[in-house]
């Protein structure tokens, strides 16, 4: 994946951040759970009596937002430069990543360090740190 600096939008990411934020605050005053993504998806498999709705809203949400936003502007290029079995693997090893480290990038990064957790700001060093590690690994010792 390649960035176009050029191109960088810092309002329509402060804009972004903020409707991401308000969104989880709003999760959590009005529904009391975390917006993390992988424990939503998770509680579609096995919903417990009355959490398959707003589980299923938050999904759809996530998917339909994007679409919402291409009737009022382009959606930006995204260039991947690696091929589908790698995406596949890397895809999967982030799944069994949140289940060990229990949440996902949103559940701790985003909610977490809000709500000042210690246990989240060590999964989220250590996530950072690890995808640092990797990255570094596989495009500068094996690339």
Known sequence: ?????????????????????GAAAMLV????????????????????????AW???????LVAAPLAY????????????????????????VGVGTRYGSGCTSGHGVCGLSRLSLRSLVATLTFMAAGFGIVYLIRHLFG
């Open 55 to 61: 589980r299923l809203a938050f999904i759809l949400g």
């Open 70 to 93: 291409r009737l009022v502007a382009p959606l930006p290029v995204a260039q991947i430069n690696t091929g589908t079995s790698v995406l596949i693997v890397a895809g999967l090893l």
């Open 29 to 52: 005053t009005v529904n009391g759970r975390i917006a993390g993504i992988s424990g939503i998806a998770a509680g579609l498999l096995r919903p417990a009596k009355g959490e398959a």
């Open 1 to 21: 994946m390649t960035i176009a600096w050029n191109d960088f939008t810092p309002w329509h990411s402060l804009i972004g951040g903020l409707l991401i934020g």
